[in-house]
């Protein structure tokens, strides 16, 4: 069997992922759309040969309704510069974009589909015109729902909807599709027009039976399609695919190079070091192995009067710390690495991993944690709560900073000052956190009761302890964990 080929509707992904965290990070859509791309992808299985999809500038759509998506609220400049951010980055990784003027990403999908016809197609989209496009004749045609992730064919539409994939498109254009102000036929809802094309086939055969007085119409229907006619056909328009998009079907064939996020200098010259060791060694210098390394001596008659050095040693270093930068420019070096690993999506540059890095340092964590536990929200670094906790907890004179009571609505953090006759609590509410706006207070989120714990040793940790706490402030404090 041919490979499976993938196509995903990028907005679909980026949009949500936008809107959930809006007030949030700009960093957060950017790594969870990609993540969502990388889930696709895995879902698509080994070998599927993968096209993006993006809306072009301008849409044929609203030039033949220009109320179309009008109901939306502009987007702000930076959801733009994140949203190509985004779309680079999935070039650098070496994937196949498509992104036409005139042209949605729902058109640039159907035309691929019918284009890959002789593959077993896989469409990754939440837009319900899509199921149109599912088919269950080999090779299958099937949709890849970005919500839960499951692979959906025609005998999932059929009892979702109650009708073929085929006759999706009369269906929007009875219902109407709010998300994209496109009005249907008034009064006519999803039943109602899953009952009527499962009557009458498709949408010629309801307007037959609309001026049909013999059919068993209701008034109201009846009058809701008789009088609304121009308006049905329109949404009829709108909700159409297109299928002569001018995308080059033949590139996703197309082997695609991943580029270095960042360009790397080599931190030394192997050949130089190499030199150094074989120099050792026809000195004499004693054979060394595991991490040790030699220390560079200099001829004797270049040494100092008051230096005579008798032997030579070798300095075992601590495996621990080999692989931590030691300099600024070891940093950046490490920085860039990690950048082009692909592993530490949510900074967006070498610079920004290399300022985290010694964000750590300062507080005594190696690289790797300090890039697990910091996040940057609006330009600045803020750790998990726990880090805030254990810094606090080293003060000398914490004896112990704990939580002593807590549910989904408070939770109350003790302290003792070793210099402080009594000890000190600190209570935080689920209210305070609403006044705060906090994302994790709002009704149905989950684990208010640990946020609320971790919430209040960090603020309690900061007030008692400042000058370990050094102005750090947490994730759970911010809302954003």
Not at 36 to 63: F, P, Q, T
Not at 116 to 124: D, F, N, R
Not at 173 to 185: E, M, R, Y
Not at 353 to 375: K, N, P
Request: aromatic share 8%; glycine share 6%; hydrophobic share 40%.
């Amino acid at each position: 069997m041919k490979p499976r080929v993938l196509l995903i509707d990028l907005s679909a992904l980026f949009h949500p992922a936008w809107r959930s965290n809006e007030n949030g990070p700009v960093s957060v859509a950017f790594e969870a759309t990609l993540g969502g791309v990388r889930r696709c992808i895995a879902n698509a299985g080994e070998g599927a040969l993968v096209a993006v999809c993006c809306d072009g500038k301008g849409n044929w759509r609203k030039d033949i309704d220009p109320t179309y998506k009008a109901q939306r609220d502009p987007l702000p400049p930076v959801f733009y510069a994140e949203f190509d951010r985004v779309k680079q980055r999935l070039r650098d990784d070496g994937l196949l974009l498509w992104e036409i003027p005139g042209f949605e990403a729902d058109d640039l999908i159907a035309t691929a589909a019918f284009a890959g016809k002789e593959h077993p197609v896989l469409i990754a989209t939440h837009d319900k015109d899509m199921y149109v496009l599912a088919d269950s004749d080999p090779p299958p045609s099937e949709i890849l729902s970005l919500s839960t992730f499951e692979v959906r064919g025609t005998a999932a539409v059929e009892a979702k909807f109650g009708i073929k994939p085929a006759q999706m498109g009369d269906w929007l254009s009875l219902v109407g599709d709010a998300s994209d102000n496109v009005k249907g036929a008034p009064g006519i809802g999803p039943k109602t027009a899953t009952k009527l094309l499962q009557s009458y086939a498709n949408l010629a055969g309801v307007f037959k039976a609309a001026y049909d007085l013999k059919s068993d119409l209701t008034p109201a229907t009846r009058k809701s399609l008789t009088e609304n006619g121009e308006q049905i056909e329109l949404a009829r328009k709108l909700v159409t695919l297109r299928t002569d998009a001018p995308i080059r079907f033949e590139e996703i064939y197309e082997t695609r190079e991943v580029k270095p996020l960042a360009e790397v200098e080599m931190p030394h010259d192997m050949s130089e070091i190499e030199a150094e060791l074989e120099e050792a060694a026809e000195r004499g210098l004693p054979e060394l192995g595991g991490n040790a390394l030699p220390i560079q001596l200099r001829p004797e008659e270049e040494q100092p009067k008051d230096l005579q050095v008798t032997s030579i040693a070798a300095v075992a270093l601590d495996f621990n710390k080999a692989l931590e930068p030691r300099s600024f420019r070891d940093t950046m070096i490490v920085a860039k690495y990690l950048f082009n690993s692909r592993l530490y999506q949510k900074f967006s540059s070498p610079e920004a991993i290399a300022a985290i890095i010694m964000r750590g340092r300062e507080l005594g964590y190696g690289a790797g944690t300090a890039l697990e536990v910091f996040h940057v929200i609006e330009g600045r670094p803020y750790p998990f709560a726990y880090l805030v906790v254990a810094e606090c907890q080293k003060d000398p004179d914490c004896e112990y900073l704990l939580p002593v009571e807590f549910d989904a609505m408070h939770a109350v953090a003790e302290t003792k000052h070793r210099k402080m006759a009594e000890p000190i609590r600190l209570t935080y509410t689920i209210e305070q956190a609403a006044v705060a706006h906090l994302k994790w207070s709002q009704p149905g989120a989950k684990n208010q009761e640990d946020m609320l714990v971790k919430t209040a040793l960090s603020k309690l940790g900061r007030r008692v302890y400042p000058g370990r706490a050094l102005g750090l402030v947490s994730l759970e404090e911010m809302g954003e964990a």
